[in-house]
């Protein structure tokens, strides 16, 4: 699983319409001209940002290497993206997990003089320096959802919000149990080593103090993978005989815990997700199990940063805002996915 933002729910503007991502500003507008796009999600199938062609921008896109559906979904829409602008050209680097090896990536996207860099860091403290050479050389940076330790090195941070996440899937949980006395949830969170995950358990702690009479019982860290998902969710289904309602903190390590849940046959409470696979949509539109939501953790913030890229290209700002200039940071909005309006983001569900 990547390592999200670390920062996001102290970081950026925080949009709170429910919106995938922030395509909602960008759409028909990286200039200050008006547009007749509509309010679709920032999906594949979405128009695109002000799609007159303008300057000619070369984008460089580094990001690690796509050992997960959700960073697969970031190359994926960051190049569909690209595809859009006639007058954007994308030069994209094979990814890389190892900091050293990404460094030489991006140096070589400098070299090259590329317009603009967008950058999905492996390790964003270690990755500082070389986005430091990017802005020191002339050219400007979004930094993509791990975020560099000084806005030095970027020009824009744009990425999703880890802390809202946990917010509004504990406010999602405790309205559905509001009436209910002595509610119960349990918690199948993610690695307990990444700041993420403890964002994501505050958010969702900080929730529940709305509903007292909600109590967690019990909470089981996995590792964000659908093996580690099945085996900690049926630990937890062993020791907790019953509850009301389970927060999975990513909907990989989800695919996991259905299984366990199917196999103990347990259709007793509800399950709400977290990041937004294609499979969790499928399975809350069905409407047949206990996934009943899942909270975003849009991987169209990379169509997004493409936008934000030639935004800063082309020296334009973002259309429904005043300023001249793109902000410096955009804080996404973490929206609940149900079955009232799960067919509006299934296009930009990841496999």
């Known amino acids: ?36 796009s509509g309010d679709e999600p920032a999906g594949k199938d979405q128009p695109v940002a002000d799609d007159k062609p303008g300057k000619q921008v070369t984008i460089g896109f580094a990001g690690p290497q796509a050992d997960h559906g959700w960073l697969n979904a970031i190359n994926d829409n960051a190049k569909s993206r690209a595809e859009k602008y006639s007058d954007v050209t994308l030069e994209i680097t094979e990814g890389s997990n190892d900091t050293a090896q990404q460094i030489g990536q991006i140096e070589t996207l400098i070299n090259k003089k590329v317009d603009v860099l967008v950058v999905l860091p492996a390790d964003g403290k270690a990755l500082t320096q070389v986005g430091l050479k990017a802005m020191r050389a002339g050219i400007p940076v979004v930094n993509l959802d791990r975020i560099f330790n000084t806005p030095q090195a970027y020009r824009c941070w744009i990425g999703g919000d880890n802390y809202g996440m946990g917010l509004n899937a504990g406010h999602y949980i405790g309205e559905k149990l509001k009436g209910k006395s002595g509610a119960r949830v349990i918690e199948l969170a993610g690695l307990d080593n990444l700041e993420l995950t403890k964002q994501r358990t505050q958010g969702f702690d900080d929730a529940l ?85 899942t909270v975003l953790y849009p991987p169209t913030m990379a169509a997004s940063a493409i936008d934000l890229a030639r935004a800063l290209g082309q020296s334009k700002g973002i259309g429904g805002l005043a300023e001249f200039e793109i902000p410096s940071s955009l804080t996404l909005y973490s929206a609940v996915v149900d079955k009232t309006n799960v067919d509006q983001y299934m296009s930009t569900g990841f496999k």
């Not at 729910?9 to 500003?25: C, D, I």
């Not at 089981?220 to 998902?229: D, H, I, K, L, M």
């Open 1 to 36: 699983m990547p390592e999200h933002m670390p920062f996001a729910s102290r970081r950026g503007l925080l949009f709170g319409a429910a919106a995938v991502s922030a395509g909602a500003l960008l759409t028909g507008c990286t200039s200050n001209e008006p547009s007749d």
């Open 209 to 293: 103090k709305n509903y007292p009479n909600i109590k967690k019982v019990a909470r089981q860290a996995a590792e964000f993978t659908v093996e580690s998902g099945q085996a900690k969710m049926a630990q937890l289904l062993q020791a907790q005989s019953k509850f009301d309602a389970l927060w999975n903190h990513d909907d990989d390590q989800g695919v996991g815990a259905l299984r366990a849940i199917e196999q103990a046959g347990r259709d007793d409470f509800l399950m709400v997700g977290g990041a937004g696979a294609l499979s969790a949509f499928q399975a809350i539109k069905q409407d047949d199990g206990v996934l009943k939501a």
